[in-house]
Antibody
Framework: EVQLLESGGGLVQPGGSLRLSCAAS????????MSWVRQAPGRGLEWVSA????????YYSDSVKGRFTISRDNSKNALYLQMNSLRAEDTAGYYC?????????????WGQGTMVTVSS | DIQMTQSPSSVSASVGDRVTITCRAS??????LAWYQQKAGKAPKLLIY???SLQRGVPSRFSGSGSGTDFTLTISSLQPEDVATYYC?????????FGGGTKVQIK
């Protein structure tokens, strides 16, 4: 069964850092691009960042560029999101999402999400 | 950036009714359009990709159409389990963007 399991969310102060992880199983991880998508409480979906299967290309939304870093370890079937300089507006549920292919940019499998709360 | 605009923002219909949701892109995206269903407290689920291709396991009452800038998601006969918020998304270019969502309820 294809599965994604996020972890690492929690409460952090403004300006702080957090690292999210996503454990993948049930598919050939290195063959697929992956993304992080977030959803603020009661709001819509916002794409955050993507990485190709090899890890050779990364993409970011303007709202997180320069503060967040996406990475992956294909030997561990794991996706990461390093979040620095966190702001209140980064408060959201963060989903790990598998792309339909390495250069396909819609999402066919989603994790259950992990909540990040940025507050003093 | 490509802006995605959905309408209506909410719709209430009876069981068995036909429900149509529209999505407009701020520039042409060919047929690069996906639709998702998100039930309360759950992760989104891919329904349709490439504007009209049904994802495996999705009931055939869901269909998609359109190309260029205007797209439609249709539920041919609304069922109680279809209560959810529906989002369109353009996978044409970065940054990837979603529509604002359409909440579907039973009247």
């Amino acid at each position: 069964e294809v599965q994604l399991l996020e972890s690492g969310g929690g409460l952090v102060q403004p300006g702080g850092s957090l690292r999210l992880s996503c454990a993948a199983s049930g598919f050939t991880f290195s063959s697929y691009a992956m993304s992080w998508v977030r959803q603020a409480p009661g709001r819509g979906l916002e794409w955050v960042s993507a990485i190709t299967g090899s890890g050779g290309s990364t993409y970011y939304s303007d709202s997180v560029k320069g503060r967040f870093t996406i990475s992956r370890d294909n030997s561990k079937n794991a996706l990461y999101l390093q979040m620095n300089s966190l702001r209140a507006e980064d408060t959201a549920g963060y989903y790990c999402a598998k792309h339909r292919g390495d250069y396909r940019f819609e999402f066919d499998i989603w994790g259950q999400g992990t909540m990040v709360t940025v507050s003093s | 950036d490509i802006q995605m605009t959905q309408s209506p923002s909410s719709v209430s219909a009876s069981v068995g009714d036909r429900v149509t949701i529209t999505c407009r892109a701020s520039q042409g995206i060919s047929r690069w359009l996906a639709w998702y269903q998100q039930k309360a407290g759950k992760a989104p689920k891919l329904l349709i990709y490439d504007a009209s291709s049904l994802q495996r396991g999705v009931p055939s009452r869901f269909s998609g159409s359109g190309s260029g800038t205007d797209f439609t998601l249709t539920i041919s006969s609304l069922q109680p389990e279809d209560v959810a918020t529906y989002y369109c998304q353009q996978p044409d270019s970065f940054p990837l963007t979603f529509g604002g969502g359409t909440k579907v309820q039973i009247k």
